[in-house]
């Protein structure tokens, strides 16, 4: 029995017992009986198919799930991911990675005379969930009709997952057995560090580059008083330290840094937006994905909050379900960074054959429908749903799912897969004796170790669609983005229209390229408006020239300057705060020439 087996199984194993008569001399006990394993919970693949390699796939098919009362009293029962709506959009990306799976191993030229494995979970975008999703990958799925302790499945790789918070968990357990995870939406600064994280690869930029993209927005603009809004969790966190660490040498301030309570909370949301009322920064810089700022959008639709300019990160920029038509009176005008789109050409085809009559027994699927239609094609006392054939026809406005016409984080699932197949090939392409391996060896096609693979895939490099893939030590993949900006559609919906990139491959100074004639403001404006309060954004100004150790959001609303003698005063007018400003400014820069 291996230890990955451990993991979820129970195992009753008989045992030696000493007897009265035992104490004085030890007997030879009967030989225990045989092994029995028994499952603690069952968790099932979504979909899967057999290969001659397996990869794992971790997506957030539901968000939300039911929690169970941890009392201590009875045991819990099983985390309900099926408690909640289906998420159409990560449904496509699972489906993504089905269809890059088949194209390889419909291709003569890659992978030939080899196939191609998969087992796709359900992380419920919960870390813990993810965690029972990838044990479950690392025992295999014949584990339920097992009567021992099965041996270690032949996982190779996992495509996961999606948020930094879940990623962060994964790889750590995968690091043991050295199986590589390749992201395609974990831009955690922090998943970076190669002691910590070295089987993590990444088809998504780290955040790293981004907070220096919004800083060079914020400079480009004269955006210097700003508000910060994150998620609960380790990419919002970094990502906000990243920011303020990029703003501290420029004219940039933060009025206020708020986090997004995790589980949220209607009390927590209007606690923020109260603070967002009566600041007088009017752009805000988010660090949240979708699933966090749902529940914050539908009470800050409800307050009627508008006015507000918002800097969106790659988790929020681009997600289409913020595109319908009720969003733009709040979210009009919204720019960001989005991960940069590609092409699959056979996508919005593939997408049209996952039905409930292909699927009958697959409970996504059918889910799938509820979501999209509000039917069931098979009614039960359960769903309450009224019935559907199930062979309706998935049109454009379904667009959570049916969009194909800009992939993103889509496109990076086809890229990770596509990875692991080129790395897989170049494997087993290694001539006997010329190996990287010790003594030069190669592995051998027929008993691959993840380790191996990893070293493949640390080196591999390839052009699919034109782009170059590839990575650097770290992991991490090329940093590009596209500057979208949410803009009023024909049917008054939103549309995501690309006014700019930014390219973190060029020299210092070189990496923005903003098209302002094309953007569309908060408000329906043509020009960006004055993001800062003339009092507060002279005093941090000044406390910044002074290289005082407060941050400007802590101090007191009251504007005040700096007089000659170190003190502070309010200053009653415009002119005065100006005046006291410029004399105070050259009075500084005097004595430290002087210093000098």
């Given at each position: 029995?291996?230890?990955?087996?451990?993991?979820?199984?129970?195992?009753?194993?008989?045992?030696?017992?000493?007897?009265?008569?035992?104490?004085?001399?030890?007997?030879?006990?009967?030989?225990?009986?045989?092994?029995?394993?028994?499952?603690?919970?069952?968790?099932?693949?979504?979909?899967?198919?057999?290969?001659?390699?397996?990869?794992?796939?971790?997506?957030?098919?539901?968000?939300?799930?039911?929690?169970?009362?941890?009392?201590?009293?009875?045991?819990?029962?099983?985390?309900?991911?099926?408690?909640?709506?289906?998420?159409?959009?990560?449904?496509?990306?699972?489906?993504?990675?089905?269809?890059?799976?088949?194209?390889?191993?419909?291709?003569?030229?890659?992978?030939?005379?080899?196939?191609l494995g998969y087992n796709i979970y359900d992380s419920?975008g919960y870390p813990l969930t993810g965690q029972r999703?990838?044990?479950?990958?690392?025992?295999?799925?014949?584990?339920?009709?097992?009567?021992?302790?099965?041996?270690?499945?032949?996982?190779?790789?996992?495509?996961?997952?999606?948020?930094?918070?879940?990623?962060?968990?994964?790889?750590?357990?995968?690091?043991?057995?050295?199986?590589?995870?390749?992201?395609?939406?974990?831009?955690?600064?922090?998943?970076?560090?190669?002691?910590?994280?070295?089987?993590?690869?990444?088809?998504?930029?780290?955040?790293?580059?981004?907070?220096?993209?919004?800083?060079?927005?914020?400079?480009?603009?004269?955006?210097?008083?700003?508000?910060?809004?994150?998620?609960?969790?380790?990419?919002?966190?970094?990502?906000?330290?990243?920011?303020?660490?990029?703003?501290?040498?420029?004219?940039?301030?933060?009025?206020?840094?708020?986090?997004?309570?995790?589980?949220?909370?209607?009390?927590?949301?209007?606690?923020?937006?109260?603070?967002?009322?009566?600041?007088?920064?009017?752009?805000?810089?988010?660090?949240?994905?979708?699933?966090?700022?749902?529940?914050?959008?539908?009470?800050?639709?409800?307050?009627?909050?508008?006015?507000?300019?918002?800097?969106?990160?790659?988790?929020?920029?681009?997600?289409?379900?913020?595109?319908?038509?009720?969003?733009?009176?709040?979210?009009?005008?919204?720019?960001?960074?989005?991960?940069?789109?590609?092409?699959?050409?056979?996508?919005?085809?593939?997408?049209?054959?996952?039905?409930?009559?292909?699927?009958?027994?697959?409970?996504?699927?059918?889910?799938?429908?509820?979501?999209?239609?509000?039917?069931?094609?098979?009614?039960?006392?359960?769903?309450?749903?009224?019935?559907?054939?199930?062979?309706?026809?998935?049109?454009?406005?379904?667009?959570?799912?049916?969009?194909?016409?800009?992939?993103?984080?889509?496109?990076?699932?086809?890229?990770?897969?596509?990875?692991?197949?080129?790395?897989?090939?170049?494997?087993?392409?290694?001539?006997?004796?010329?190996?990287?391996?010790?003594?030069?060896?190669?592995a051998q096609s027929n008993n691959i170790h993840p380790?191996?693979?990893?070293?493949?895939?640390?080196?591999?490099?390839?052009?699919?669609?034109?782009?170059?893939?590839?990575?650097?030590?770290?992991?991490?993949?090329?940093?590009?983005?596209?500057?979208?900006?949410?803009?009023?559609?024909?049917?008054?919906?939103?549309?995501?229209?690309?006014?700019?990139?930014?390219?973190?491959?060029?020299?210092?100074?070189?990496?923005?390229?903003?098209?302002?004639?094309?953007?569309?403001?908060?408000?329906?404006?043509?020009?960006?408006?004055?993001?800062?309060?003339?009092?507060?954004?002279?005093?941090?100004?000044?406390?910044?020239?002074?290289?005082?150790?407060?941050?400007?959001?802590?101090?007191?609303?009251?504007?005040?300057?700096?007089?000659?003698?170190?003190?502070?005063?309010?200053?009653?007018?415009?002119?005065?705060?100006?005046?006291?400003?410029?004399?105070?400014?050259?009075?500084?820069?005097?004595?430290?020439?002087?210093?000098?």
């Amino acid at each position: 029995m291996t230890s990955l087996a451990l993991f979820s199984l129970l195992c009753s194993i008989s045992v030696l017992t000493l007897t009265d008569s035992s104490l004085s001399g030890l007997t030879t006990a009967a030989p225990p009986t045989a092994s029995k394993c028994n499952l603690l919970n069952s968790f099932q693949p979504g979909f899967f198919v057999q290969g001659d390699y397996v990869i794992g796939g971790i997506f957030p098919l539901h968000f939300n799930l039911k929690k169970p009362d941890l009392n201590g009293t009875y045991r819990p029962p099983p985390i309900d991911c099926n408690g909640h709506r289906l998420y159409p959009r990560a449904f496509r990306w699972a489906q993504t990675m089905r269809l890059a799976v088949e194209e390889i191993n419909q291709n003569p030229v890659l992978l030939p005379n080899h196939t191609l494995g998969y087992n796709i979970y359900d992380s419920c975008g919960y870390p813990l969930t993810g965690q029972r999703a990838v044990l479950s990958m690392l025992n295999g799925v014949s584990e339920e009709n097992s009567s021992v302790c099965p041996n270690a499945s032949s996982l190779l790789a996992v495509i996961g997952a999606a948020g930094s918070a879940q990623s962060i968990v994964l790889s750590r357990i995968l690091q043991p057995f050295r199986i590589p995870m390749i992201s395609y939406a974990s831009s955690c600064t922090c998943l970076s560090d190669r002691q910590k994280y070295p089987t993590f690869f990444r088809v998504i930029p780290s955040n790293y580059y981004q907070v220096k993209a919004i800083a060079r927005m914020l400079v480009h603009f004269n955006w210097t008083w700003v508000g910060l809004l994150r998620g609960d969790n380790d990419y919002g966190r970094f990502a906000a330290k990243g920011l303020l660490r990029e703003l501290q040498e420029t004219k940039v301030c933060v009025a206020y840094q708020e986090m997004i309570p995790l589980p949220y909370t209607h009390q927590g949301g209007l606690r923020i937006m109260k603070v967002m009322r009566s600041s007088t920064a009017k752009v805000v810089v988010v660090f949240a994905d979708e699933g966090e700022m749902t529940p914050f959008l539908r009470d800050y639709m409800t307050q009627n909050i508008t006015g507000i300019q918002w800097v969106g990160s790659d988790a929020f920029i681009s997600v289409s379900a913020f595109s319908e038509r009720e969003y733009y009176p709040y979210l009009g005008g919204t720019i960001g960074f989005a991960i940069r789109k590609g092409h699959i050409s056979r996508l919005g085809d593939f997408l049209q054959t996952v039905n409930p009559k292909r699927y009958p027994d697959n409970v996504l699927v059918h889910e799938l429908w509820e979501s999209l239609y509000g039917c069931s094609p098979f009614p039960s006392s359960v769903t309450q749903m009224p019935p559907c054939s199930g062979q309706e026809t998935l049109l454009e406005q379904h667009s959570a799912y049916m969009n194909t016409s800009s992939p993103r984080v889509t496109y990076n699932v086809y890229k990770a897969v596509y990875a692991i197949a080129h790395s897989l090939h170049n494997l087993l392409l290694c001539q006997p004796g010329r190996g990287p391996f010790q003594n030069n060896s190669c592995a051998q096609s027929n008993n691959i170790h993840p380790w191996q693979l990893q070293h493949y895939l640390q080196e591999v490099n390839f052009q699919i669609a034109g782009e170059m893939v590839d990575f650097d030590t770290k992991g991490d993949s090329v940093p590009y983005y596209d500057i979208i900006n949410w803009q009023r559609g024909p049917q008054g919906n939103i549309e995501f229209v690309n006014v700019g990139l930014f390219d973190g491959t060029k020299a210092v100074g070189e990496e923005l390229l903003i098209q302002e004639d094309g953007i569309m403001w908060a408000g329906h404006q043509s020009e960006a408006s004055c993001s800062h309060h003339v009092f507060t954004f002279i005093r941090c100004q000044l406390l910044k020239f002074r290289r005082l150790r407060w941050r400007c959001q802590y101090l007191c609303a009251v504007p005040v300057v700096f007089q000659a003698s170190g003190r502070l005063s309010v200053v009653g007018s415009l002119s005065a705060a100006l005046t006291v400003y410029h004399v105070t400014v050259a009075k500084l820069a005097i004595r430290q020439v002087s210093l000098s």
